[in-house]
């Protein structure tokens, strides 16, 4: 059974930063590509980062240059270090396993959600 444990969200100011992290287990992490997703309220759940097995990053134009996502595949966890936070960050960020493994455009989650972690950036 597949678990998705994602952690580190909370309040933060506008220009600040946080590291989101997101423990999967009962999959062979290392071979697979990892997205980090998030969803506002009233809006669309959307693919923010992902990674890849070989490590290969790929990003939404919204957080290019202001996150980073990595992984360590010895503790089966994927990151996302966010930076320079604004308030349209504002969300619930969840992690999933992608269905490819190369972060293709189109790529999407493979697995059902876990809980997501809450993040707000105030103005």
């Known amino acids: 059974q597949v678990q998705l444990m994602e952690s580190g969200g909370g309040l933060v100011q506008a220009g600040g930063s946080l590291r989101l992290s997101c423990l999967a287990s009962?999959?062979?992490?290392?071979?697979?590509?990892m997205g980090w997703y998030r969803q506002a309220p009233g809006k669309e759940r959307e693919l923010v980062a992902c990674?890849?097995?070989?490590?290969?990053?790929k990003y939404a134009d919204s957080v290019q240059g202001r996150f980073a996502i990595s992984r360590d595949n010895a503790k089966n966890t994927v990151y996302l270090l966010m930076s320079s936070l604004k308030p349209e960050d504002t969300a619930v960020y969840y992690c999933?396993?992608?269905?490819?493994?190369?972060?293709?455009?189109?790529?999407?989650?493979?697995?059902?959600w876990g809980q997501g972690t809450q993040v707000t950036v105030s103005s």
């Open positions: 999933n396993v992608q269905r490819f493994l190369l972060c293709s455009s189109g790529d999407g989650p493979r697995y059902d």
């Open positions: 009962g999959i062979i992490f290392s071979g697979n590509a």
């Open positions: 990674i890849s097995s070989g490590y290969k990053t």
